[in-house]
Nanobody, 121 residues
């Protein structure tokens, strides 16, 4: 089985920074694709950032380009979202999604439990 644990959310002032982590454990052999999504109250879940081909390709929502960076540490099986210049409109619950292979070469796709990010003065 594969498990994901998210961490790093919290309350930050506008202009501040946070780094979210999404650690995969269990029978993970490799992480191929990963993404961060967010859902604000009353809104649909939206894609924030995604990395594919093991992290060699990335794409971002227009609203976060130049401010957020997604990265993958393959040694620790952890996906990060570095967020800078945070704005109140970035307030949401952030979810990670990780796709990869288990040690038995079975594909998996799993979601994290979500972590709250609140940007407010």
């Amino acid at each position: 089985q594969v498990h994901l644990v998210e961490s790093g959310g919290g309350l930050v002032r506008p202009g501040g920074s946070l780094r979210l982590s999404c650690a995969a454990s269990g029978t993970v052999f490799s992480i191929n694709d990963a993404g961060w999504y967010r859902q604000a109250p009353g809104k649909q879940r939206e894609l924030v950032a995604r990395s594919t081909r093991g992290g060699s390709e990335t794409n971002y929502a227009d609203s976060v380009k130049g401010r957020f960076t997604i990265s993958t540490d393959h040694a620790t099986k952890t996906v990060y979202l570095q967020m800078t210049s945070l704005k109140p409109e970035d307030t949401a619950v952030y979810f990670c999604n990780v796709e990869g292979m288990t040690r038995t070469l079975t594909e998996f796709s799993i979601w994290g439990q979500g972590t709250q990010v609140t940007v407010s003065s």
